[in-house]
């Protein structure tokens, strides 16, 4: 396999902040995060566990543990940095993510198996903000994405993963010379498992899945996953693809996400593309459902901050459509998030029925020409 011996020569260095033989760790004293990072590498460098333990984000059900051959983590490593041909020794890279997380762990797996340099921060809204110099390779979720634009030049290839890149953030990646990738996966799947072009003259629209890995749908329209060199089992998730082609889809929502309202099913990701270009670019929103007497599940938008008029053309929800308008708009002060900055839906949700509706929602809300206050 060849990971015992790509992990000598890795140290860290928790009190200078210069690029030390591999691995720099900066701050001190040993923080949480410092000490996680350092539980996982020597885990990794531990001969005698061939299995390490990883757990889920919790965000679409209980967080569960899962075990992991070392052999499966070292191939899946690899072939991402093949793919994106940074397999030198030297590679500079910026890690940010929460080290908990996947994408953490298998990034510095590839930095050990390829002699990166990696650069390893607390993990912040606005990651660059005191950070100097350039970085080959860094991986952020879309929030510190955002938060970084400014500073993105200094990224040469930029993976965003953990939650969907809005049309506005994807709009002002248009404009950088940083390659930047929106990526598709879970810790079941080692982390991601295609990639989508979202900038540059070669951008796509759809995800295309890595060498080897084999993609279908069930009966469901649900992507089905399977990656022979870095799992034993078939995958079946709960998201719902368009398959283009064999190794080719678009991403859609999550099936469990999916209302029935009055015997409609609605997808309330669709339902959040046509809202997305009325609500203001700084607030996070999203839609969801409470129970209604007679519709089973209302159809609800839930707005993160202060409370606006919310203005939405009358021709955004008619005919067939009319059926996905939002009855109610709820608004909360801060949204509830796990430890990745992934949001907590259903404790929100919960909050906002056991806290009474009407304390989350002063609104005048207009779709039809009209206002009225909910």
């Given at each position: 396999m060849g990971f015992k011996e790509d992990?000598?020569?890795?140290?860290?260095?928790?009190?200078?902040?210069?690029?030390?033989?591999?691995?720099?760790?900066?701050?001190?004293?040993?923080?949480?995060?410092?000490e996680t990072i350092l539980s996982f590498l020597n885990?990794?460098?531990?001969?005698?566990?061939?299995?390490?333990?990883?757990?889920?984000s919790g965000t679409t059900g209980i967080p569960k543990r899962?075990?992991?051959?070392?052999?499966?983590?070292?191939?899946?490593?690899?072939?991402?940095?093949?793919?994106?041909?940074?397999?030198?020794?030297?590679?500079?890279?910026?890690?940010?993510?929460?080290?908990?997380?996947?994408?953490?762990?298998?990034?510095?797996?590839?930095?050990?198996?390829?002699?990166?340099?990696?650069?390893?921060?607390?993990?912040?809204?606005?990651?660059?903000?005191?950070?100097?110099?350039?970085?080959?390779?860094?991986?952020?979720v879309p929030i510190q994405v955002y938060y970084s634009l400014k500073n993105l030049e200094r990224i040469r290839i930029l993976l965003i993963g953990g939650a969907p890149i809005s049309k506005y953030l994807e709009k002002k990646l248009q404009n950088i010379s940083t390659i930047c990738y929106s990526t598709y996966g879970m810790t079941e799947t080692l982390g991601h498992i295609a990639l989508k072009k979202i900038n540059g003259l070669d951008k796509t629209d759809y995800y295309e899945s890595l060498k080897d890995v084999s993609i279908g749908i069930d009966n469901r329209n649900c992507l089905r996953i399977f990656y022979p060199y870095c799992m034993d089992t078939l995958i079946q998730t709960n998201d719902i693809v368009h398959l283009i082609s064999e190794n080719r889809f678009n991403w859609i929502g999550r099936f469990d996400h999916v209302i029935n309202s009055g015997g409609i099913k609605i997808i309330p990701e669709l339902v959040e593309k046509e809202i997305f270009p009325f609500i203001p670019h700084?607030?996070?929103?999203?839609?969801?459902?409470?129970?209604?007497?007679?519709?089973?599940?209302?159809?609800?938008?839930?707005?993160?901050?202060?409370?606006?008029?919310?203005?939405?053309?009358?021709?955004?929800?008619?005919?067939?459509?009319?059926?996905?308008?939002?009855?109610?708009?709820?608004?909360?002060?801060?949204?509830?998030?796990?430890?990745?900055?992934?949001?907590?839906?259903?404790?929100?949700?919960?909050?906002?029925?056991?806290?009474?509706?009407?304390?989350?929602?002063?609104?005048?809300?207009?779709?039809?020409?009209?206002?009225?206050?909910?």
């Open positions: 992990y000598l020569g890795i140290r860290i260095d928790f009190q200078s902040k210069r690029i030390s033989d591999h691995l720099v760790v900066k701050g001190h004293p040993l923080y949480q995060w410092q885990d990794w460098k531990n001969e005698s566990k061939s299995i390490l333990k990883v757990s889920t899962i075990f992991f051959k070392k052999e499966y983590m070292y191939e899946c490593a690899k072939r991402t940095a093949y793919l994106l041909n940074i397999t030198s020794s030297g590679i500079k890279g910026l890690l940010c993510l929460h080290p908990e997380s996947i994408a953490s762990k298998m990034f510095l797996i590839r930095a050990i198996i390829f002699r990166w340099n990696i650069y390893c921060i607390p993990p912040s809204s606005n990651p660059l903000r005191n950070i100097k110099g350039y970085f080959d390779i860094v991986s952020m700084r607030r996070r929103f999203f839609v969801s459902s409470i129970p209604d007497t007679i519709l089973g599940e209302r159809i609800i938008l839930i707005i993160e901050g202060p409370t606006f008029t919310v203005r939405i053309p009358k021709s955004i929800f008619i005919e067939k459509k009319r059926f996905y308008k939002p009855k109610n708009v709820f608004f909360v002060e801060h949204f509830i998030e796990n430890y990745l900055g992934k949001l907590k839906i259903k404790e929100i949700i919960n909050r906002i029925i056991v806290n009474n509706i009407k304390k989350y929602s002063i609104i005048y809300f207009s779709i039809f020409g009209f206002f009225f206050k909910i």
